[in-house]
């Protein structure tokens, strides 16, 4: 999908820039960092909203974090989850990107989010039939708002809980829209280019 690639380049290019954005501040001694760059791997639980359909898949992503604010922290996120079992109904995948904003509580990081990226829908079972039309797949535009809760552990570590409620297009359902809840469990890296930030 055209999308889902020109997300990917976004991915890769704030990655980049955000490398040589800290790899610079690191060269100046007196420099504090400004950027912190994160990165998480989640496994994912999606109740899918068509007939019941449940996937179970792995999510990942990275964040790009503005540090000098220290009641909200502002992030960009880019994210993407992909289905490693589906139950037999659908299987749905995705790649999302947003902003994040983000408060700490000590070792407590609750946030919330907002996403938007493109989604496929693919129906098991050879298919998914609407009258006399037969579905193998679909795709969409994805509006995704969530909450969740990163739990520092140290030396840049963190677990984290994430739910995601989303809204989906389709056609394989009478209203056209559907509403998946993902909920994930996972670890994040907080990767530290300046020995003097600590998280």
């Known amino acids: 999908m055209k999308h889902?690639?020109?997300?990917?380049?976004?991915?890769?290019?704030?990655?980049?820039a955000s490398l040589t954005h800290v790899?610079?501040?690191?060269?100046?001694?007196t420099a504090s960092q400004q950027l912190e760059l994160s990165a998480f791997g989640a496994a994912t639980g999606t109740f899918t909203n068509i007939e019941?359909?449940?996937?179970?898949?792995?999510?990942?992503?990275?964040?790009?974090?503005?540090?000098?604010?220290r009641l909200l922290r502002p992030s960009i996120e880019v994210r993407g989850t992909y289905p490693i079992y589906d139950g037999h109904v659908d299987s749905q995948k995705n790649i999302l990107?947003?902003?994040r904003v983000e408060h700490a509580f000590g070792r407590l990081h609750p946030y919330a989010?907002?996403?938007?990226?493109?989604?496929?829908?693919?129906?098991?079972?050879?298919g998914?039939?609407?009258?006399?039309?037969?579905?193998?797949?679909?795709?969409?535009?994805?509006?995704?708002?969530?909450?969740?809760?990163?739990?520092?552990?140290?030396?840049?570590?963190?677990?984290?809980?994430?739910l995601?409620?989303?809204?989906?297009?389709?056609?394989?359902?009478?209203?056209?829209?559907?509403?998946?809840?993902?909920?994930?469990?996972?670890?994040?890296?907080?990767f530290n280019f300046n020995p003097r930030n600590h998280r």
């Open 4 to 16: 889902i690639t020109a997300l990917a380049k976004l991915a890769l290019l704030m990655t980049v």
């Open 23 to 29: 790899g610079h501040a690191q060269s100046v001694s």
């Open 52 to 69: 019941g359909g449940k996937n179970l898949g792995i999510t990942a992503g990275l964040d790009l974090t503005y540090l000098p604010l």
């Open 97 to 99: 990107a947003g902003v």
């Open 113 to 126: 989010d907002f996403l938007i990226g493109r989604g496929e829908i693919d129906f098991g079972q050879g």
């Open 128 to 162: 998914f039939v609407v009258g006399d039309i037969e579905y193998i797949s679909t795709n969409t535009t994805i509006y995704s708002p969530g909450v969740g809760v990163d739990y520092s552990l140290g030396h840049g570590l963190a677990v984290k809980a994430d």
């Open 164 to 190: 995601q409620y989303q809204h989906w297009d389709t056609p394989v359902v009478s209203s056209g829209t559907i509403h998946p809840a993902a909920l994930s469990l996972g670890a994040v890296y907080h």
